[in-house]
């Protein structure tokens, strides 16, 4: 059980929980059957590991040091290869898990009426 939260925490930390919330449940109202989950899950990844990168050049960061980051990060991406796919895995189990109650819910039947009955 240890090593699965340790798995979970190295995936999602509780600084950037709220990030992958927002996206996550932002980019299912958008999942169709033309447009899959794990299209839609690649997208939110790339737009979650970009997002640090933006708010950079926002607060004022030189571009040069942005693109030293990015640098950085590219060059241990092995290092950062399990947090990537925990953190893919678990954007894509949430963004099916949405889609698929959001099918069913726009799939379920009103229930039916006796006739006669009367509500207002």
Wanted: net charge neutral; aromatic share 14%; glycine share 10%.
């Amino acid at each position: 059980m240890d090593a699965l939260l340790y798995l979970l925490s190295l995936g999602f930390s509780g600084s950037d929980l709220t990030r992958a919330l927002i996206l996550v449940l932002l980019g299912s109202l958008f999942v169709s059957a033309r447009f899959q989950p794990w299209k839609m899950t690649l997208l939110i990844l790339v737009i979650d590991l970009l997002w640090p990168y933006y708010s950079m050049l926002q607060d004022g960061v030189g571009m040069g040091v942005v693109v030293d980051t990015l640098a950085g990060y590219a060059d241990h991406w092995q290092d950062n290869a399990v947090g990537l796919a925990v953190r893919w895995a678990g954007f894509y189990v949430f963004i099916r898990g949405m889609f698929s109650f959001r099918r069913k819910l726009h799939n379920a039947l009103p229930e039916e009426k006796k006739a006669g009955s009367m509500s207002y």
